[in-house]
């Protein structure tokens, strides 16, 4: 299967590939996939603990700042990848990543004629979905594409969710009405404890369609199991979801 993989805000696509080392490392052992990694455009400060890392001369990036234009024109970014390099089966995403991805997907869902998505036959069918799954690692709420098109940053919300992050990219957000919910199989990985972004998690579980949503919580804080029963449970829910999407 082939997966596109977006990275968090202040890393890189080579931070990324360390991330999911172990977790590639597992899933390959079953069947080989391919994973494409792109980088956010948008030169960021590095993120807490990367240059620890990677040194001090490491590149970091986001794919938006805090404005609408950006956020939206990210979105617009993503899609066209999609449809330029696609298809693929699925994302992972991790931290913005995972908020990137997700908004892309319920926007598809809506506003699907507007991102230029439709690789369906019949202009009346609903527009096809840009990845057949998804995996979130540490993901914060999607952004409401309608009201970065009015040029406003709010976020989608579940009903049961008062507040919560959308990995450092919030700032004036408001709960949208009435939330879609990402019909599509998902593995949702998140700390039941993360010190950098707390509540990351359980709210972009809860916009998940419930019958399709593996959630995997595990105890390393802001980051990816690497080893252990924490990771072996990750591995698991993301080979049952690429089974149900027919691996």
């Excluded at 082939?2 to 080579?14: E, I, K, V, Y």
């Excluded at 977790?23 to 990367?50: C, K, M, S, T």
Aim: net charge negative; hydrophobic share 40%; proline share 8%.
């Amino acid at each position: 299967m082939r997966f596109l993989c977006l990275h968090g805000q202040g890393t890189s696509s080579d931070v990324l590939k360390t991330q999911l080392a172990s977790l590639r490392n597992h899933l390959d052992q079953r069947a080989r996939h391919e994973y494409d990694f792109v980088d956010g455009a948008v030169l960021w400060p590095p993120a807490r603990g990367i240059r620890e890392v990677f040194g001090d001369e490491v590149e970091s990036f986001s794919y938006f700042d805090e404005g609408a234009d950006s956020i939206r024109a990210a979105v617009v970014d993503l899609a066209a990848n999609v449809e330029a390099q696609g298809p693929f089966d699925g994302v992972i995403g991790f931290s913005q990543g995972a908020v990137l991805a997700a908004t892309l997907i319920l926007a598809q869902q809506t506003h699907g004629s507007s991102l230029g998505l439709r690789r369906n036959a019949s202009p009346s069918a609903p527009p096809d979905p840009p990845f057949r799954c998804a995996v979130f690692l540490c993901g914060g709420l999607p952004f409401d594409w309608a009201a970065l098109e009015r040029g406003t940053v709010e976020l989608i919300r579940p009903f049961s969710s008062s507040s919560s992050s959308s990995g450092g990219s919030s700032s004036g957000a408001r709960p949208a009405e009435c939330p879609p919910v990402m019909d599509l199989p998902v593995v949702n990985c998140w700390a039941d404890h993360d010190d950098d972004y707390p509540g990351m998690g359980p709210p972009l579980s809860q916009l998940c369609a419930s019958d399709k949503n593996r959630p995997v919580v595990h105890t390393v804080g802001h980051a990816v199991p690497a080893e252990g029963k924490e990771l072996m449970a990750l591995v698991e829910a993301v080979q049952a979801t690429l089974d149900d999407v027919g691996n």
